[in-house]
C-alpha cells in the first residue's frame, strides 16, 4: 500500500513539473512575441481574454448570412450553442419594428429590413467585435459590427441613408460617429427623415431626445 501511495506521489510530482515547465515556456513565448511585436499582441490578448470564447470564434471571422430577421437583426451559417445559426444584432443601431409581437409594424421597419436583406442575406460577411461594452445583449445574441464583402460596414449603411437610428442608450466605439451620420441624414432627410414624425419614433429615442421632432 505504501508503495502505491508512493508512486502516486511521485506521478503527481511529474505533472506538477510538466506543468511548470509548459508555464515557463508560455510566459517565455509571450515575452517574446511583446518584444518583438509591441502593444499590438497585448492588446489582442486582452481583448480575446474579455471576449472570452467568442472572440475566437467571431472576431474578424467571415459567415454567410443565412436571414434577416429584421433592419439590425441577422443570422449567421454557424451553430450557437444549441442552435443551428447564431443570432447577431447589430452594435449602435436600432431600426423601426418589424416582427416584434409587442408592438406594431413601425413607420420605414420594411424598408429597413429590406436594405439589410438586400446588402447582406446570402452574402459572405465579417463579423467584428467591440471593445466597450458587452459581447452579448439580454436575449444572448451577439452584439457586432457587420463588415460588407465590399469593406461598408452594415450598422453605418443603414444610419447613413436613414433606415435607422443611432442607438443612444448604450456606449460603443463609433457611438459619436454614429451620431454624427445620423445628424447628416437628418440633413439630407434621406431615408425615413424625409416623411418621420416623433410618433413615429421608437420610444426610448423620445425619451432620450426630447428635442428631435418636436411637435409643433
Excluded at 518584444?35 to 481583448?47: D, M, S
Excluded at 442552435?83 to 418589424?98: A, M, N, Q, S, V
Excluded at 456606449?171 to 445620423?182: A, G, I, P, T
Aim: glycine fraction near 8%.
Amino acid at each position: 500500500m505504501a508503495a502505491k501511495k508512493r508512486q502516486r506521489f511521485a506521478m503527481s510530482r511529474r505533472r506538477r513539473k510538466g506543468l511548470l515547465l509548459l508555464l515557463i515556456m508560455t510566459v517565455s513565448v509571450c515575452v517574446w512575441l511583446d518584444r518583438r511585436h509591441g502593444g499590438g499582441v497585448r492588446t489582442e490578448i486582452i481583448q480575446h481574454a474579455r471576449w472570452g470564447a467568442d472572440g475566437f470564434k467571431y472576431h474578424e471571422k467571415s459567415f454567410t448570412v443565412v436571414n434577416v430577421v429584421d433592419g439590425d437583426t441577422l443570422d449567421i451559417d454557424v451553430p450557437d450553442g444549441t442552435d443551428k445559426r447564431t443570432r447577431i444584432r447589430l452594435l449602435g443601431i436600432d431600426t423601426p419594428e418589424t416582427k416584434d409581437r409587442r408592438v406594431d409594424v413601425m413607420y420605414y421597419g420594411p424598408e429597413a429590413s429590406a436594405y439589410a436583406t438586400m446588402l447582406t442575406e446570402g452574402k459572405t460577411v465579417t463579423v467584428v467585435l467591440d471593445t466597450v461594452g458587452d459581447v452579448r445583449d439580454f436575449y444572448g445574441r451577439l452584439l457586432a459590427y457587420i463588415r460588407l464583402e465590399d469593406g461598408r460596414v452594415l450598422n453605418e449603411e443603414l444610419i447613413a441613408g436613414g433606415f435607422g437610428y443611432a442607438d443612444l442608450r448604450f456606449k460603443h466605439s463609433c457611438f459619436d460617429r454614429y451620431v454624427r451620420l445620423q445628424q447628416q441624414a437628418m440633413d439630407a432627410q434621406a431615408g425615413l427623415w424625409k416623411g418621420v414624425t416623433r410618433d413615429h419614433l421608437p420610444k426610448w429615442l423620445q425619451r432620450e431626445r426630447p428635442d428631435l421632432l418636436p411637435e409643433p
